[in-house]
């Protein structure tokens, strides 16, 4: 029993580390947060917080491991709830629209960050390109699947539209947090919706 206790009490630790990072991150940036800014947001210890990660690199990248494992899970809970594919599309968008809008531009901020990372660091390219293959998949199952049903047209490319699809909102997200426009998100989500089932409906 020892070590199940350990290890939750673990997880706990660093869902407490990991908790108090995110807003720096997300404000401040990967490479302008110290672990001094995390230390005295946290209330731990330096020595504490490298007992359970090695370093900043290290727990950044595990934020992001566990914030996309999340918004993952959601994605294949709600969508499993629907039999057409088309409503699976539709209801994929609902829940990518209402993070953009609902939850905060601290996620956004933080996929914008992790993707800037990326960019420099080997490690997280591999983690963000795994990430984004894996959303690529599922969407491009429910559209080979649509047309396997009849509802879709039957030339399409799945692949390239799913990464199309995770393209333009990837942009959509960046656009939130690296700009000051006043965008009405359910009217873009309409347009989104829309400018889908035109493209792919038979």
């Known amino acids: 029993m020892s070590p199940k206790v350990s290890d939750e ?3 706990m630790m660093q869902d407490k580390i990991l ?3 995110r807003t720096l991150f997300s404000k401040k940036g990967y490479h302008e947060t110290s672990m001094d800014d995390i230390v005295k947001v946290s209330g731990f210890s330096k020595g504490a917080i490298y007992g359970y990660f090695k370093s900043k690199e290290e727990l950044f990248f595990e934020l992001q491991k566990r914030n996309a494992a999340m918004s ?5 809970s709600l969508i499993a709830q629907e039999k057409t594919a088309i409503a699976k599309l539709e209801k994929a968008a ?4 209402a993070s953009i809008c609902e939850v905060s531009e601290e996620v956004c901020r933080m996929d914008l960050e992790f993707q800037l990372a990326s960019s420099r660091m080997p490690n997280m390219r591999k983690e963000f390109k795994k990430q ?8 491009s199952d429910i559209i080979a699947n649509g047309i396997e049903a009849g509802e879709f047209k039957t030339d399409l490319d799945a692949d390239n539209i799913a990464t199309i699809l995770v393209g333009t ?6 656009l ?6 006043k965008l009405d998100w359910d009217k873009i989500k309409d347009a989104f919706v829309s400018t889908i089932r035109d493209g792919i409906m038979r």
């Open 9 to 11: 009490h673990k997880m």
């Open 19 to 21: 908790s108090a990072s």
């Open 72 to 76: 993952l899970d959601g994605l294949k």
């Open 94 to 97: 609902d829940l990518v629209f």
């Open 132 to 139: 984004q293959m894996i959303i690529i998949k599922l969407l």
């Open 169 to 174: 909102i990837g942009g959509l997200s960046n």
């Open 176 to 181: 939130l947090v690296t700009t000051d426009m």
